[in-house]
């Protein structure tokens, strides 16, 4: 079955600020090129069929993507001021539909593309073990599947920002995403709280990274140290 990349880079970046005060954080370059471009080059050795990016922050900015790459498409997301990222995965809900899928936060350094050429049977979330506790983004794993996506824990699996759902999944999630942003109190959510809530019927596993696979960017001195260490 086709594989399809969904790239979300719709967000404001405010904790990068003043940098992404005229430039959004994904396009931000580390080591000498924007990160977005980074989970491309990677997505495309797999090589998956079409990626499509998620704008909404300086959209515009983005454009010269879809030229470059062939393959890359831009879906705009009209809600991004005003809703969190539920309403990225919202925008690209007919692409669940195409078959195998990765997401991906687009404002993520990929450091080594092999991770994109693993053999994937089973949706997963892509997590590095973190050993004591982490108040980030966790998953409780029973060695089989991922039975809790929240915030905060002990000995467990951190999000790493890469995930893939078989399509039977994909279809699922996009089901449990329309019904949820129609509803008004969940203007708020992250899109992983949907999977959360809907674990009894997605079946999600964890594949492994190790620490300077990917790495997630969030501040300007953390931008400035990873260049320093090229």
Not at 85 to 102: M, P
Not at 202 to 218: A, H, K, R, W
């Amino acid at each position: 079955m086709n594989e399809y990349g969904i790239l979300m880079a719709a967000g404001m970046g405010i904790r990068m600020r003043p940098l992404t005060e005229k430039i959004p954080k994904p396009l931000i370059r580390v080591h000498g090129k924007p990160m977005i471009e980074t989970l491309i080059e990677g997505l495309r050795k797999r090589p998956v069929k079409e990626i499509y990016i998620v704008t909404g922050y300086l959209a515009e900015q983005f454009e010269y993507l879809s030229n470059q790459y062939p393959n890359v498409h831009l879906l705009h997301n009209p809600y991004y001021r005003e809703k969190n990222n539920i309403s990225s995965i919202y925008a690209a809900k007919e692409i669940l539909e195409k078959g195998n899928c990765f997401i991906c936060e687009s404002d993520l350094y990929l450091a080594d593309e092999s991770l994109f050429l693993r053999e994937l049977d089973q949706s997963c979330y892509f997590g590095r073990m973190y050993q004591g506790y982490s108040n980030d983004w966790v998953f409780d794993y029973d060695g089989e599947r991922i039975t809790r996506v929240g915030i905060g824990g002990k000995d467990c699996y951190n999000m790493v920002g890469i995930s893939y759902f078989t399509n039977r999944d994909a279809i699922l999630l996009k089901e449990a995403i329309e019904s949820a942003f129609l509803n008004p109190q969940y203007d708020n959510v992250f899109w992983d709280e949907v999977v959360d809530q809907n674990l009894n019927k997605l079946s999600l596993t964890i594949e492994p990274v190790i620490s300077g696979q990917v790495v997630e960017i969030d501040t300007v001195e953390e931008l400035n140290r990873i260049n320093e260490s090229f």
